[in-house]
């Protein structure tokens, strides 16, 4: 893995924080309280989504940060050929990282699902032998021995054996190493199913004997049974023909004597009809009249009515209308003369008043101004009230005396109107004449042309009545005809077949015999079959009872093959042996480690999965019983060796504070440490970055990030 590019944005002590990493050894210096553990803090939440501090996530934004302002780590780095940004935010804890090539990855489980498979590994190897935190570095050697092994199992990519082991466990489980089938019971029981089955088949082989000896008889019985049944059928038409042919025979004889009653009495009927027609149509002809008597007297009283209206409308239309007071005739002309004199009175008054009073008109006479006390302009200013006042009464009487002689002429063009109708209304009634009733009376007419009508009438039903029996009757006689050649048919198929019931019933037996057979072939066929299956069912049984036992004699075999191959993958046995000599290899780098440190003493691999330390004088002694300084440079020593030896494919290494609790001399002495990582960096293409606040480590550096 290669960091390429980190950007913190109010992420603890950063406001904003931009590097961009190169390859080889890269030294994070600052001060304590700086932020220097943040910065790998911040890596590794971007990798992991894990919070390396206490609390929550979002307190981890810094204290200088606005409200809405963004808070949050983006971090760009490539694995082989894969180019990646993950980015996180401290306020939502969203996540989104993107890969060249690939769709957009979005959600905090979903982003650290994808970072781990392109970085190959497991998230606690990374945390453990890659971000290596101050707390961290005993990781290893802290472990208990059970956690030692699964971790080194993971590290040294093991897990596989453990895998195949447990699979190889539960397979052994499944292996059917017993059977429970009783083979020779079995073997005993298909044998007797065996001598079933042929003492069922001889007993079939001789009922189909006994069959074929009925196959002759029964054809000839079948025939003589169809004989028999066709002569019963033809027996039952000939009886059923024979019953129509009487009741058909009846109902002619019926519908002739009805046919003869009706037309008997069809002729009476229509005699007294004719002997009634004359009588009938006379009383017609007279009610015709009663009729236009009735017609005439009504059409009499309405042109009454109409003469009498119209002598009332011309009484209404001469009634006096009464003249308005002071009338005369000729007055409304010279009231309307005497109504423009006073106009122009008026007018002449009304402008001689005005003209006085603008002071501006002058005297139409003599052309000088009026004077507004003259005589004439006084006596014109009183009169125009008179003047007015009269004028309006004078119009209101013209327009009364206009309005009176108007109704005057339209009431004479109403008298005309009323005049005219009441002489057409006499002239109509004068030209109607009433025709005379006739000497009859109505009711006995009627009742004469009722009489009529009700023989006409009962003529009419017998006629149809009669009509309708003539064609029920040539029907009835066309279903005897058929009928009788019914008979006939049925008859002669009778004579034809010729056979006797006594003839049946012996063919019945014979055919009963037959049918027996048929039914103990059937019993011994099914006997026969039930046998066959059960043999078949005994033989699969065996069968399997014989491949149960072959299977369970070869898995037990397998088992055998199996339970030592899973033996050997048990993690005490070839995984354990594979992780010693591993352990004993990393020993040797290790020392080399150590040597340049300069610590006095040198390491070797125990059984336990762990080292002892030898020092110059012999003595020795476990590293978990090593002083603080001691542990942590062979805690270091460990971290190398292994990202040197294990973890150079994810090419990645940063350690925080790693000289924190080693001597003066230690951290002189960790100057070729550092060197050697440079080494490493530049052959085998490594990242490495140290977290101090070491400022004599600087020149060793390729690039720094100072956070002074």
């Given amino acids: 893995m290669r960091l390429q590019l980190l950007e913190l ?54 204290q200088y940060a606005e409200k809405d302002e963004p808070s949050g780590v983006l971090l760009a780095f490539s694995h082989h050929e894969v180019q990646a940004e993950v980015s996180r935010s401290l306020r939502s804890g969203t996540a989104t990282l993107k890969v060249e090539g690939r769709p957009t990855v979005t959600g905090a489980t979903n982003v650290n699902r994808e970072i781990m498979e392109i970085l190959g590994i497991e998230e606690d190897i990374l945390h453990t032998m890659c971000l290596v935190a101050q ?8 472990k208990r021995p059970a956690q030692r092994l699964d971790f080194l199992q993971r590290l040294f990519q093991l897990q596989r054996a453990e895998e195949i082991h447990k699979f190889l466990w539960t397979k052994l489980g499944s292996l059917p190493t ?75 004889e019926n519908l002739r004597r009805t046919s003869n009653e009706n037309s008997r009495r069809l002729e009476a009927v229509e005699a007294e009809a004719e002997a009634l027609r004359v009588s009938a149509d006379e009383a017609s002809g007279l009610l015709h009249q009663w009729q236009l008597h009735r017609t005439a007297v009504a059409n009499q009283a309405t ?39 006073l106009r122009v009175e008026r007018d002449r008054s009304r402008r001689m008043v005005q003209a006085a009073d603008s002071g501006m008109a002058e005297c139409p006479t003599c052309g000088s101004e009026i004077d507004p006390t003259n005589p004439a302009v006084v006596e014109a200013r009183a009169q125009l009230p008179n003047i007015d006042a009269d004028l309006a009464q004078m119009e ?51 009742g004469a042309v009722t009489a009529w009508q009700q023989l006409s009438s ?53 055919l009963r015999q037959a049918a027996a057979a048929d039914e103990t072939v059937r019993q011994a066929e099914q006997s026969a079959l039930v046998a066959r299956e059960r043999l078949d069912e005994a033989e699969r049984a065996y069968q399997a009872g014989e491949e149960a036992k072959r299977r369970a004699e070869q898995a037990a075999v397998w088992a055998e093959r199996l339970t030592k191959i899973r033996d050997v993958f048990h993690r005490e046995a070839a995984p354990r042996f594979a992780i010693q000599e591993a352990i004993n290899r990393l020993a040797t780098e290790v020392n080399g480690c150590l040597q340049r440190l300069d610590v006095g003493y040198r390491v070797e691999a125990t059984q336990g999965m762990t080292f002892t330390a030898i020092f110059p004088d012999g003595r020795r002694q476990p590293a978990e019983r090593l002083s603080e300084g001691q542990r942590v440079a062979l ?61 004599t480590l600087e020149p060793l550096f390729d690039d720094t990030l100072d956070l002074t």
Avoid at 321 to 340: F, M, Q, T, V, W
Avoid at 660 to 674: C, Q, T, V, Y
Wanted: proline letters at 3%; hydrophobic letters at 35%.
């Fill in 178 to 252: 017993s059977y429970t089938a009783d083979v020779d019971g079995l073997r005993q029981r298909r044998g007797e199913l065996q001598e079933a089955a042929e003492a069922a088949q001889a007993a079939l082989r001789e009922a189909q004997t006994q069959q074929s000896s009925f196959e002759e008889s029964r054809e000839h019985a079948t025939q003589v049974r169809k004989r028999y049944e066709q002569w019963l059928h033809a027996d039952r038409r000939w009886r059923d023909a024979s019953t129509k042919v009487a009741e058909t025979s009846q109902q002619v």
């Fill in 635 to 695: 805690a270091l020593s460990f971290c190398l060796a292994v990202n040197t030896a294990y973890a150079a494919d994810l090419g990645f290494l940063m350690l925080d504070e790693p000289t924190r609790s080693l001597d003066e001399h230690l951290i002189r002495g960790f100057d070729p440490i550092l060197s050697r990582l440079r080494e490493l960096a530049t052959s085998r293409n490594l990242q490495c970055g140290i977290i101090t606040h070491e400022r």
């Fill in 396 to 446: 209101a009487s013209a327009a009364a005396f206009e309005k009176y002689e108007q109704a005057i002429a339209q009431q004479a063009t109403n008298v005309a109107w009323a005049r005219q109708a009441v002489e057409q209304a006499e002239t109509q009634l004068e030209g109607h004449e009433v025709p005379p009733a006739p000497d009859k009376g109505e009711m006995e007419l009627r």
């Fill in 135 to 142: 707390d961290d570095i005993f990781g290893f050697l802290a």
């Fill in 458 to 510: 009962e003529a009419k039903q017998l006629r149809e009545a009669c009509s309708a029996a003539q064609n029920t009757l040539a029907r009835q006689e066309g279903e005897l005809a058929g009928y009788r050649a019914a008979l006939e048919e049925a008859g002669k198929a009778k004579d034809e077949l010729d056979v006797t019931a006594e003839a049946d019933s012996q063919a019945e037996a014979l």
């Fill in 303 to 341: 042109l009454q009515s109409n003469l009498d209206r119209a002598k009332q409308q011309l009484a209404l239309a001469e009634e006096r209308i009464p003249p308005p007071k002071g009338y005369d005739e000729g007055r409304a002309s010279e009231l309307h003369s005497l109504c423009n004199e």
């Fill in 9 to 62: 944005d109010n992420f603890c002590q950063h406001r904003r924080l931009r590097h961009t990493f190169v390859p080889g050894l890269t030294g994070i210096l600052g001060p304590c309280g700086s932020g220097k553990s943040n910065v790998m803090g911040a890596i590794r939440y971007a990798l992991t989504g894990k919070n390396q501090n206490a609390g929550r996530l979002d307190d981890n934004i810094s």
